[in-house]
């Protein structure tokens, strides 16, 4: 074969994977402007005869209370996630310390154990604690759960910059904490960056801890409505549809803005530097 | 200096609590799993075993275990393969490599929640988008149940997740494909090598660390899609879909049987740091090198 058919061979073939990947995406977005009786014509190539805006407005409602208890949640633990992260990265990659590895060893295991495995005592914890329903409870589990994943990523990009930098700093008399805020992150922030939004969808997508750790729909995150929105609106797939799409919104926009940074947070986080 | 490390030291605190709640909560799980529970209080008395043995007496545990493994032999190796053969054929892309990669990459940031929504749609063997295509073509998808029937649902779910997660299989290997030396691919080529050949001969034995790491991440993948198993089929028909993460929270959240449901995160513990150990210290080694 020559390098010419081959190239072309890979171009249809990568184009036709990628109208496979998007047909998804594609009959998402175009259920969800339809109406009951289109949907039900079944032909769900064909464009919407007029977009259906009150589908969005119906699940909206339905969801609205949720992505207002998602957001709050997902902001404030993830910025507790990545101070304390980064700060331990800090800690680890900078001072030398003999039980660094051993530490870092430890922070690397909980990152990619499934913590379901510890579902029943986070329950007792949040129980005796009096914070079940709150989002105080849900805050410190998830801050529990994922700040090490925030170290982790944050410490690979702190082992990049020089040691000089450090040297100099210190010679200018420039204490840890003010070197941490105003050398090292700044200078490491595509690293912050990326551990900042793979915490932050994390956090955002995740559906087992809101269900177990909420009573009610007060503090409840935005997973949880959604899949009760599919349990109460069964067979309005134009309803459904309009939910994951709003709902998507968050992590998609995420992506498309910062797709670079959660590539190389990925790659960090998963040990290829 | 010294005061310096002191203060170094002081920024590791928070951490250390962290990971040490993290830790502390696995042996709080073990007590739990050898011990007596009445409804949802703990009676702390050592009951041994007990827990296990009627947890493996259940047949529907072991269905559970033959369907992680079932994740495992048919979500990783198909994810892995199409992701490094995908790869390769990215290598020979002149332009919109960047945009392509999104298409393929934007999956994995949706939720299995959002996910599932939508492939439960996908599959819904009356007005889903699958079987109304079908029919449209002329297949009669009568039989064509998808996720309603037992022996079809469970690989309708794991290709939802194969969608989702094919992306980084591709960027995992795109990394590595790239890093590697032109000069060894040309030599082959030079040498009559086939398109094939330079792909599962020279290629594929090179990027091994890319391996590990994109089977590794899949299978502890395969023990978190809870999500997916409650979205779709609610563990059904039957209990044909569940998972050992989805038994432990029926159990313990439904049956409200604590001491079984320790039990059944052990056996996750288990699984899952046969997965993770080894690769911890194997990933620890090339952080610590950088």
């Known amino acids: ?273 | 200096m010294k005061k310096n490390k002191v203060q170094g030291f002081i920024f590791l605190i928070p951490m250390l609590v962290i990971v040490g709640t993290f830790y502390g909560m696995i042996i709080w799980n073990f007590i739990i799993a050898f011990t007596g529970w009445e409804v949802l209080l703990p009676t702390w008395k050592f009951v041994g075993l007990e827990n296990f043995y009627r947890l493996f007496e259940l047949r529907r545990f072991w269905i559970n275990i033959k369907n992680n493994f079932l994740w495992l032999i048919f979500f990783i190796a198909p994810t892995s393969f199409v992701g490094f053969v995908l790869a390769y054929l990215f290598t020979n892309l002149r332009r919109g490599e960047h945009l392509l990669r999104q298409i393929f990459l934007f999956p994995m940031a949706l939720s299995f929640v959002i996910n599932g929504t939508l492939w439960a749609w996908m599959y819904d063997p009356s007005s889903g988008l699958i079987n109304s295509i079908l029919r449209r073509i002329g297949v009669n998808t009568l039989g064509l149940g998808w996720i309603a029937l037992p022996n079809t649902a469970i690989y309708c779910m794991i290709f939802s997740a194969f969608w989702q997660y094919m992306g980084f299989a591709l960027v995992i290997y795109l990394g590595a494909i790239r890093g590697l030396s032109s000069a060894m691919v040309e030599a082959a080529a030079m040498d009559g090598a086939s398109k094939f050949t330079i792909l599962f001969r020279i290629i594929f034995p090179n990027v091994g660390h890319a391996t590990l790491i994109c089977t590794t991440m899949l299978a502890i993948t395969t023990m978190k899609v809870f999500d997916l198993v409650w979205i779709m089929t609610q563990g059904g028909p039957g209990v044909s879909t569940e998972v050992l993460p989805y038994l432990m929270y029926r159990l313990t959240f439904s049956s409200r049987d604590i001491g079984m449901g320790a039990a059944t995160s052990i056996v996750i513990l288990i699984f899952s740091a046969m997965i993770v150990i080894p690769y911890s210290l194997w990933a620890l080694k090339k952080w610590v090198i950088i």
Not at chain 1, 97 to 108: D, M, N
């Open chain 1, 1 to 273: 074969m020559t390098d010419q058919r081959f190239r072309i061979i890979s171009v249809v073939v990568i184009a036709i994977m990628a109208v496979i990947w998007l047909m998804p995406v594609y009959t998402l977005f175009n259920t969800s402007f339809k109406t009951q009786a289109e949907v039900a014509e079944q032909s769900y190539i064909s464009p919407p005869k007029r977009l259906q805006l009150a589908n969005f407005i119906q699940a909206f409602k339905a969801l609205k209370i949720g992505l207002r208890n998602s957001i709050i949640i997902s902001s404030v633990a993830t910025f507790l996630c990545i101070f304390l992260g980064s700060l331990a990265a800090y800690s680890l990659t900078k001072f030398n310390f003999r039980f660094a590895i051993p530490v870092f060893f430890s922070i690397v295991m909980v990152t990619f154990l499934p913590y379901q495995i510890i579902l029943i005592p986070i329950t007792h914890i949040l129980m005796t604690l009096r914070l079940l329903n709150s989002y105080a409870g849900l805050i410190l589990i998830y801050v529990i759960l994922n700040s090490p994943m925030a170290a982790l990523i944050t410490a690979t990009f702190f082992m990049k910059v020089p040691v000089d930098l450090e040297e100099a700093a210190a010679l200018d008399g420039c204490p840890p904490f003010t070197f941490y805020l105003k050398i090292l992150v700044p200078v490491s922030l595509p690293g912050v960056v990326a551990a900042t939004i793979l915490v932050f969808v994390q956090i955002y997508n995740e559906f087992l801890l809101g269900i177990v750790l909420t009573r009610g729909p007060d503090v409840k995150p935005v997973m949880p409505f959604l899949a009760e929105l599919k349990g109460t609106e069964i067979a309005q797939w134009h309803i459904q549809m309009a939910g994951a799409l709003i709902t998507s919104l968050i992590p998609v926009a995420v992506f498309a803005f910062l797709g670079r940074y959660f590539i190389s947070g990925l790659m960090a986080g998963y040990g290829k530097g």
